[in-house]
């Protein structure tokens, strides 16, 4: 008899709930967190360099990471006002692990795209009825 799979936790360092949290995983995050890398950007910066972003989802998503200590953001006293975020130290420290991803994506994208095609066609395919099942 095969031994018995242990379900996935991260309970003992509540590392569920700051995975969730941190929805590192989020396009808009890792996408706000790749731009910053290059250095301090002010609230519209990062809005045009990201194709599809509403002013919402980029506040939305700066909050969250502030509130998880990964961008600061700095209010600069000009006229008009102007805010910055950058990334702390803690957000840098995600480059490896970000440039990784970007890197496995590029380098498998053909396969994703192919698997993808032949999901959809079987999935139209059953979708569609057949002329014979009438």
Same mark, same amino acid.
């Given at each position: 008899?095969?031994?018995?799979?242990t379900?996935i936790?991260?309970?003992?360092?509540?590392?569920?709930e700051?995975?969730?949290d941190?929805q /590192?995983t989020?396009?808009?995050?890792? $996408?706000i967190?790749?731009?910053?890398?290059?250095?301090?950007l002010? #609230?519209?910066? *990062?809005r045009?360099?990201?194709?599809g972003?509403?002013?919402?989802?980029?506040?939305?998503n700066?909050?969250?990471l502030?509130?998880?200590?990964?961008?600061?953001?700095?209010?600069?006293?000009?006229a008009?006002?102007? /805010?910055?975020y950058s990334?702390?130290? $803690?957000?840098?420290?995600?480059?490896?692990p970000?440039?990784a991803l #970007?890197d496995? *994506?590029?380098?498998h994208q053909?396969?994703?795209l192919?698997?993808q095609?032949n999901?959809?066609a079987q999935?139209h395919?059953?979708?569609r009825?057949s002329?014979?099942s009438?």
């Open positions: 008899m095969p031994p018995k799979e379900p936790s991260l309970a003992p360092c509540q590392g569920r700051l995975l969730a941190l /590192v989020d396009k808009w995050v890792t $996408l967190i790749y731009g910053l890398l290059k250095g301090p002010r #609230f519209n910066e *990062i045009r360099s990201i194709e972003i509403s002013q919402k989802m980029l506040a939305h700066l909050r969250g502030e509130r998880n200590g990964m961008v600061n953001r700095r209010v600069n006293d000009t008009p006002v102007t /805010v910055e990334l702390t130290p $803690l957000g840098k420290s995600f480059e490896i970000l440039q #970007f496995w *994506i590029r380098l053909a396969e994703l192919h698997a095609g999901f959809d999935q395919d059953v979708a009825p002329v014979h009438r």
